[in-house]
């Protein structure tokens, strides 16, 4: 197997293979390290490459496995395996910028509760992902920063806020990713880079040490190329931590375990407008009822519904606007978020509390209007991918206006707390990646994942790769 090839293989085989000891956990981080070093410099995928420290703990790994007493099968289940992390999440000794010039330099000095879990799994950290700017965009374009690029066209965006994640996994640089998921900065990155992505329910993981994020509408979530690498990622950072303001029980089954159970007979949800903004492009529409065709022959009852996301929007924007008040000075941050800190600032006290209420009672009456239905497949965007800097040029509330429409089918998941799961749908006619994404009940990965996995087997995607990263 080629070097390629191997970087390619998705994450739960390369661990098969390090058990088995076809390869070591050094060989394999070595070649992700010849790869970031070859190909970052186009992507700039990574803020951060960790590579002394992934060769230090890679090569004691190796030695680990070589040893005479180790029964390989008593291993973590993903021991060796490299995986980067969104420079969201702190890694010990390692810049925590949230995506600002300004904290380059600023070093954490714990683990995220995530990070300790993807340890404690075996895996080896290469380093911390590209980011947008305090995650607002859903580009990854932050100040300061070089632009992060899709591996399948340089000049386009892969999406953000979790882009550099995207990015690394789409082109090979690491077989899976951690990222979040606050207005689909998950989902909209793997849609943008033709992979899976997983936003978790509210409370499936834990956000310590650092507490929770815009009330519970930010969540973590998981990036791969196939539904098993990605689900199995999901359960290496579900968890309770002692405090944590929500927590959800476990799952009946693994979430890998559900990725081979049988989907039969499920009420599918469908729709390719949404009020206020109206119908998604005819390509991402299009992707939509192809997979609802699929799902109707795969034995489901399908039917289309209608969505009005009229009321969210307004106290949306009070909640966006009140995450980029971090304590950076105004003139640090990029054109956006100095607008929306400037708003943020000039509303009342309790603009915040008060738009946090109604979006609350939003979310029981979209719950609600949903209950009929076990899963919800909707486009993840609603037109394609965006060359990078297209909006670049656009007045600050012009931008956020255009981020709003692209971004509709995302952010009403986040309020509500529901898990989503986007999946790769094929190509636009200019070869960039489409998807679409299954939302299913509170709580409910397991039916969501399920369903993913009998979609993929029944039209694979693992297989395509950017010409770029082969």
């Known amino acids: 197997m080629n070097s390629t090839d191997l970087a390619f293989i998705p994450a739960l085989e390369q661990a098969r293979l390090i058990r088995t000891k076809v390869i070591s956990p050094l060989e394999l981080t070595q070649v992700y390290l010849d790869r970031i070093e070859q190909l970052d410099s186009s992507l700039n995928s990574f803020f951060t ?21 180790i029964e390989p099968s008593s291993l973590p289940a993903f021991f060796g395996v490299p995986i980067a992390i969104k420079d969201f999440a702190p890694v010990a000794g390692v810049p925590c910028t949230y995506g600002i010039h300004l904290l380059k ?36 374009e932050s100040k300061g ?5 899709n591996p399948w066209n340089l000049t ?85 931590v ?25 009420r599918i949800g469908f729709a390719t407008a949404m009020s206020p903004i109206g119908a998604a492009h005819p390509i991402c529409t299009q992707a939509v009822v192809d997979t609802v065709q699929l799902l109707e022959e795969l034995g489901h009852s399908v039917e289309q519904v ?55 009672t939003i979310a029981r009456r979209i719950v609600s209007d949903l209950s009929k239905i076990d899963v919800l497949v909707l486009p993840v965007v609603m037109h394609p991918t965006l060359r990078v800097g297209e909006w670049a040029k656009l007045t600050a509330a012009k931008e956020l206006e255009n981020i709003i429409q692209w971004i509709t089918p995302c952010p009403p998941f986040n309020v509500t707390g529901q898990p989503a799961i986007a999946i790769p749908s094929g190509f ?12 299913g009940r509170p709580g409910d990965e397991t039916t969501i994942i399920a ?12 297989q395509n790769r950017p010409m770029l990263a082969a």
């Open 306 to 360: 209608e969505l009005n996301f009229s009321e969210l929007i307004d106290p949306l924007k009070i909640i966006w606007q009140a995450t980029v008040d971090v304590g950076v000075p105004r003139f640090f941050l990029g054109k956006l978020n100095r607008f929306l800190l400037k708003r943020a600032r000039s509303r009342p006290s309790g603009a915040y509390p008060q738009a946090m209420m109604k979006l609350h």
């Open 49 to 69: 490459v960790m590579a002394e420290q992934a060769i230090t703990e890679a090569k004691a790994k190796t030695e680990q496995l070589a040893a005479s007493n």
């Open 428 to 439: 636009t006619p200019n070869g960039l990646p489409l998807g679409v994404q299954l939302v």
């Open 242 to 266: 002692l405090g944590d303001p929500y927590w959800l029980p476990a799952p009946s089954v693994s979430f890998l375990e559900a990725t081979t159970q049988t989907s039969t007979g499920l």
């Open 105 to 140: 330099k600023r070093v954490a000095t714990e683990d995220a509760g995530l990070v300790t879990r993807i340890r404690q799994a075996g895996f080896t950290i290469l380093g911390k992902t590209a980011t947008s700017e305090i995650g607002t965009s859903p580009y990854t």
């Open 451 to 462: 369903l993913a996995a009998q979609i993929e087997t029944a039209r694979p995607w693992s």
């Open 156 to 240: 386009y965006t892969p999406g953000g806020s979790s882009g550099g994640s995207a990015a690394a996994v789409a082109s090979g640089l690491c077989a899976v990713a951690q990222g979040g998921d606050a207005d689909g900065s998950v989902r909209i990155p793997a849609a943008c880079c033709g992979l899976v992505g997983i936003k978790a329910s509210r409370g499936r993981i834990s956000s310590a040490p650092l507490g929770e994020k815009l009330g519970g509408f930010g969540v973590e979530g998981t990036l791969g190329r196939t539904v098993a690498d990605a689900a199995a990622l999901l359960d290496v950072m579900s968890g309770y």
């Open 145 to 149: 920063f070089p632009s992060t690029r």
